[in-house]
Every structure is written in C-alpha cells, then in structure tokens.
C-alpha cells in the first residue's frame, strides 16, 4: 500500500496535473476570448459607410486549362461566366452610353481592328467586346510595328493592349517552334508574370503558336526543356530570363520580333536595372519595343531612351484630376501604435466572412507572424510574401482569385498589376514607402469600368505629416475616427497566449525585429523615423506586456547606426560611455 501510495504523489505525476491544469486554463481562456470574438457586435468606421452591396461583375479572364491549381482555378469559373456572358456584354454597353467613353472602356469594337479570326474568337470567348482606352491608343501603332512607350495606371487592360499585337504578329509572320522565341514580355513579379502567361494562352488557344514562362522558384531543368523545344511566346521574369539568355544552350532568341516590359518602374524599383541593360544588349537590336509603367520615372525615361527608337507616347491618365481608381473610396485613421493589433482586429472581425479583403505588411516575418496569431484565434486568412515557396505563393494566389469573400494578409508581392477580382477593401496596416508605393497597394480594388472598393490606411499620430504627401500627389483622402472604446478588449489575452506558445513567440520576436528594421529603412525619414518609435507601444502590437529582446541594427539619425535601449520619455536612452550609439553597432533590447 506505501508503495501505491508513493507511486501516486510521484512529482512525474504532480508535474503532469499541473500542466493539465495549466492547459485547461488556457483552452478555457481562449474558449472564452473565441466566444467573445464571435459575439462582439462592431461597426464599420465612421466616416465610411457600406452602400447596398454591390452587383459583382463575374471574372472575365481566367478560363485556360491549366496544370495542377491553374486548372482547378480557371476552370471553376467557367460555368459562371457562360451563364452570364449575355449579361455582362449588356451591362457593358450600358457603361459605355452612360459614360460616353469619357471612362475606362470606349466606344470602339476589337472587330475593329481588323484582327485573324483565331484571335478575335478568342477575345470573345474571354468575354470581351470593346476596348478600353489604353487599349484603343496602343493597339493600332502596335500592330503597325512601332514603338510605345504606355503610362496607364492599374487595372486599365494594358496587359491585353500588348499580348494582342504580339499574338497577331507571331500569327502573321508564321512563327513556329524552331523558330524560336518571338515575343519576350517581362514582368517584375512571378504572380505578374504567371497571369501574363495565363492571358497570353488564351489569346494563343486557337492559333498554333507556343507560349510559355520562365520565372524564379521554378526548377530551371524544366525550364531549359521547354525553351529548347521551342516557346515562340515567353513570359519572363528578369533574373530568369537573364540566366537563360547567358546559360542555357539551344534557347532560340536570335529571331525575337517584339520585346515588351510591363510594369517598367516596378521593375527597376526592385533593383533590376543591372540585369535590365545586360538583358537588352544581349537582345537582337532589330526589334520592335514596347515598356508600360504606371509611373514615370527618370529611371523608366533612361530604360526608355536605351531600348525605344522614336517610341510613340501614350498617356490615358493626362489631366486627370486624381491619379486612384474612380469608385475608390479612401480614407485613414489615426491609431496610437499600442493599439494597432486589436483595431486590425476589430477591423476584420466586422466583415469576416461578408467582405474580400486583402491587408499590407512592410515584412515577411511581419505577414507570417499575423497569419498565424489569426489563424489561432480561428480567423481564416491567406498570406502571400516573399519568404514563401513559389508554389505555394501561386496556389494562395489562385485560392484567394477564386474566394467571394476572404482575407489576404500581403507584402508589397501582392501590390503591384495582380488582378485579384472584385477586392472590397484593402487596408494598409503598415503605411507605404511612398505615395507611388500607395497608388499601387489601393489600385488592387475598384478595378475596372464602374468597379468599387475602399481603402484604409493606418498611421500613428507621428506619421500623420504623410497624407500631406498624399494630397500633394493628388490623392483624396478623408479622416476617419478612431473609437478605442469600440475595440475588442483581448490584448491581455493576446500577450498570455504569446507568452505561452513558445512557437508564436518567436515569430512575434522576428515579426517585432523586422518590422523596426523595415520602418528604419524609410525613404521619406521626415515621416517614417525609427528614432520617434516608443518601443513599449511597438511591442504591445505584437502582443508583449514589454520590448523584447532582439538585435536591432538601426540606422544613426546622420549616418552609421545606432543602437536600441529602452525608450524613455519617447527617446531612446545613450549607449555606453554616454555617447549615442554606444561603442557597437548592436545592442540586445
């Protein structure tokens, strides 16, 4: 009987009730902030309020047979578009009386344009009659063999308005496999560039041209496979495509007709401007060149000047009084960072399950740290970001085209020519590098003729000097207001489950790191300074009772960098020896 008796208060025993115990109290505890999420009642900002819900346009694109999920995506919309294709052609024409071409889309046909049978049965397969305005301007000097140069912001169907003339002119010249590559179009994302493939194959469905895409992330064996066979039209992304052009014996290039950049100053943006010059002298010089970017900068004039020879200028949006998409309604709020999280929070939990929505983070540990937190507190949600695996990135990718309603959490991967249809609302958690950088992220909503969408852009009271920017660049804002009494009240909650997963934990810890790391890597330091930053309340956003202890590598208000201590007063303390910055470049905090 002692032994029984010993056998049963053995500490081994003890220990494991009392971590049952403890797990009770953390899966009663989340029951009951789970029950609370599910209950809370929360209004919509307010100064925006929702219209009766709108009638959404069905998906005309996105109809190709396709491998593994371009297939299961495409394919799952072709029963709808059949049945309202009658529909969506007398809603078209509607748009276009009441607008009187003074929109997105014209007056005039793609019969028009006098195009090969194969390729106009084609469009209209796709769902489509009559052009938009980029399309109409870029298309006839195109196809006559000249040079453009196109500014036209997102969503204004620039992607149709060069594969068209492409197609055409692989079509009339008889290219065939041994031929080689004809068109090349590059693209400054792999999500860009698989939807150029996937558009480009449905032009190309009845002609007996070869297309293709050669992107990073993609096993490269596969890729020399298929250029060597022969792809007459291929879709590229520049670091590929330069490893093809240098490496890859039996790629055919020597006859290219037609080379097209899209998204020209994206392109450069993410340091492509290196590969970008070697990519064009490598290039057959006899060749006809178009370069289509939403912004001009000096940098897109010099790409230009290079590879253009007397390039016919081409600019829908001149003279437009706002550069947004029209039926884009933005506004911000100002949100103390220490509340960041339960606003967001609070926001989704509003229209979970009733909006598609899509959000931008400035990192990757940042997106991936948030999915996770949402996901354990049952909040369905994607994720798209560059730390991803490329098929995993596109599978999300069609996953979040096919959803009616759903939530993206994003980095800028996400923010520049992908058509994600009929986004309700994109809301910038962590604020752009720039307004260009914001043009961009809002431009995945109200794409279209007559489409709609909202924007929300969060800022603390230190970065409010940032809408000055925006109103300057000729984007109307308007102020919404924050109600902290509104919020859900679970950031007690939040940091005990932080403290108690030691997996959320350290993603918190790298989501913390990277997102300080990334603020101090700001362009316009006048707004966005890291120095101005109160760690406490930064910490509290990532569910911490108190900062963490991380590396930071800071940069020095002049130069160099500085190291991180505990703010004081909103200033960070004297490293040692009382000099800012200490001795060293890093500091543990």
């Given at each position: 009987m002692?032994?029984?008796d010993?056998?049963?208060?053995s500490?081994?025993k003890?220990?494991?009730?009392?971590?049952?115990?403890k797990k009770?109290?953390?899966?009663?505890?989340?029951?009951k902030?789970l029950?609370q999420?599910?209950?809370?009642?929360?209004?919509?900002?307010?100064?925006?309020?929702?219209?009766?819900?709108?009638?959404?346009k069905?998906?005309?694109?996105?109809?190709?047979?396709?491998?593994?999920?371009e297939?299961?995506?495409?394919?799952?919309?072709?029963?709808?578009?059949?049945?309202?294709?009658?529909q969506l052609?007398?809603?078209e024409?509607?748009?276009?009386?009441?607008?009187?071409?003074?929109g997105?889309m014209?007056n005039e046909?793609?019969e028009?344009l006098?195009?090969?049978?194969?390729t106009?049965?084609?469009?209209?397969?796709?769902?489509?009659?009559?052009?938009?305005?980029?399309?109409?301007?870029?298309i006839?000097?195109?196809?006559?063999?000249?040079?453009?140069?196109g500014?036209?912001r997102?969503?204004?169907?620039?992607?149709?308005?060069?594969l068209i003339p492409?197609?055409?002119?692989?079509?009339?010249?008889?290219?065939?496999?041994?031929?080689?590559?004809g068109?090349?179009?590059?693209?400054?994302?792999?999500?860009?560039?698989?939807?150029?493939y996937l558009?480009?194959?449905e032009?190309l469905k009845?002609?007996?041209?070869?297309?293709?895409?050669?992107?990073?992330?993609?096993?490269?064996?596969?890729e020399?496979e298929i250029?060597?066979?022969?792809?007459?039209?291929?879709v590229a992304?520049?670091?590929r495509l330069?490893?093809?052009l240098?490496?890859t014996?039996g790629?055919?290039f020597?006859?290219?007709?037609?080379?097209?950049?899209?998204?020209?100053?994206?392109i450069l943006?993410?340091n492509?401007?290196?590969d970008?010059?070697?990519?064009?002298?490598?290039?057959?010089k006899?060749?006809?060149t178009?370069?289509?970017?939403a912004?001009?900068?000096?940098?897109?004039?010099?790409?230009?000047?290079?590879?253009?020879?007397?390039?016919?200028?081409?600019?829908?949006d001149?003279?437009?009084?706002?550069?947004?998409?029209?039926?884009?309604e933005?506004?911000?709020?100002?949100?103390?960072?220490?509340k960041?999280?339960?606003?967001?929070?609070?926001?989704l939990k509003?229209?979970?399950?009733k909006?598609k929505?899509?959000?931008?983070?400035?990192?990757?540990?940042?997106t991936k740290f948030?999915?996770?937190?949402f996901?354990?507190?049952?909040i369905?949600?994607?994720?798209?970001?560059?730390?991803?695996?490329?098929?995993k990135?596109?599978?999300?990718?069609?996953?979040?085209?096919k959803?009616?309603?759903?939530v993206?959490?994003?980095?800028?991967v996400?923010a520049?020519?992908l058509?994600?249809?009929?986004?309700d609302?994109?809301?910038?958690y962590?604020?752009p590098?720039?307004?260009?950088?914001?043009?961009?992220r809002v431009?995945?909503?109200a794409?279209?003729?007559?489409?709609?969408?909202?924007?929300?852009l969060?800022l603390?009271?230190?970065?409010?000097q940032f809408?000055?920017?925006?109103?300057?660049?000729?984007?109307?804002?308007e102020?919404?207001?924050?109600?902290?009494?509104?919020?859900?009240?679970v950031?007690a909650?939040?940091?005990?489950?932080?403290?108690e997963?030691?997996?959320l934990?350290?993603?918190a810890?790298?989501?913390?790191?990277?997102y300080?790391s990334?603020?101090?890597?700001?362009?316009?330091k006048d707004v966005?300074?890291?120095?101005?930053?109160d760690?406490?309340?930064?910490?509290a956003?990532?569910?911490?009772?108190?900062p963490?202890?991380?590396?930071?590598k800071?940069?020095?208000?002049?130069?160099?960098?500085?190291?991180?201590?505990e703010?004081v007063?909103?200033?960070?303390?004297?490293?040692?020896?009382?000099?800012p910055g200490?001795?060293?470049?890093f500091?543990?905090y």
């Open positions: 002692a032994n029984l010993m056998e049963q208060h500490p081994e003890e220990e494991m009730k009392t971590k049952t115990k009770r109290s953390r899966d009663k505890d989340k029951a902030i029950k999420l599910a209950k809370t009642e929360v209004k919509e900002p307010k100064a925006i309020t929702d219209e009766e819900p709108k009638k959404k069905k998906k005309k694109l996105k109809q190709v047979a396709m491998e593994d999920e297939t299961k995506a495409i394919n799952d919309e072709e029963p709808k578009k059949k049945k309202k294709a009658k052609e007398e809603e024409e509607d748009k276009v009386e009441e607008s009187g071409g003074n997105i014209t046909t793609f028009s006098g195009l090969s049978d194969n106009h049965k084609s469009i209209k397969e796709m769902g489509f009659a009559r052009m938009t305005q980029i399309q109409a301007k870029a006839p000097p195109l196809m006559m063999g000249k040079d453009v140069l500014a036209a997102t969503g204004s169907g620039k992607t149709l308005a060069f492409a197609v055409e002119l692989l079509y009339h010249v008889r290219f065939t496999p041994r031929n080689g590559t068109v090349i179009v590059i693209c400054p994302t792999r999500e860009l560039a698989i939807q150029s558009v480009a194959k032009l009845f002609h007996s041209q070869t297309v293709g895409k050669v992107i990073g992330g993609e096993p490269r064996k596969k020399v250029l060597v066979k022969g792809v007459n039209l291929l992304t520049p670091g330069l490893d093809h240098e490496n014996d790629f055919v020597k006859n290219l007709k037609f080379l097209v950049m899209d998204e020209a100053d994206r943006e993410q492509f401007e290196e970008m010059k070697k990519i064009i002298k490598l290039l057959p006899t060749r006809q178009s370069l289509f970017s912004t001009q900068t000096s940098k897109v004039e010099d790409l230009a000047r290079v590879s253009l020879t007397s390039p016919v200028y081409i600019d829908v001149e003279g437009r009084k706002e550069v947004t998409n029209e039926g884009l933005q506004g911000y709020c100002v949100v103390p960072s220490a960041r999280l339960l606003f967001l929070l609070t926001f509003t229209f979970h399950g909006k929505i899509m959000v931008f983070f400035s990192t990757c540990k940042s948030h999915t996770e937190l996901r354990y507190i049952k369905d949600c994607l994720a798209i970001h560059g730390g991803m695996e490329q098929s990135r596109t599978s999300t990718f069609f996953q979040f085209v959803l009616e309603t759903g993206l959490l994003c980095t800028n996400g520049r020519g058509d994600f249809p009929h986004v609302w994109i809301v910038q962590d604020p590098d720039d307004p260009t950088e914001y043009i961009h431009g995945r909503t794409r279209g003729e007559g489409a709609k969408g909202k924007a929300l969060v603390t009271p230190t970065e409010l809408i000055q920017y925006l109103k300057a660049a000729k984007i109307p804002v102020e919404h207001e924050f109600e902290e009494e509104k919020l859900l009240n950031q909650f939040l940091e005990k489950t932080i403290s997963n030691s997996a934990s350290v993603s810890k790298e989501a913390y790191k990277t300080i990334g603020y101090d890597s700001h362009s316009m966005f300074n890291a120095h101005r930053l760690l406490k309340e930064v910490a956003s990532f569910c911490f009772s108190s963490p202890k991380v590396l930071l800071i940069h020095r208000e002049g130069d160099g960098y500085r190291s991180k201590r703010p007063n909103n200033k960070f303390n004297r490293g040692r020896g009382g000099r200490g001795k060293t470049k500091e543990r």
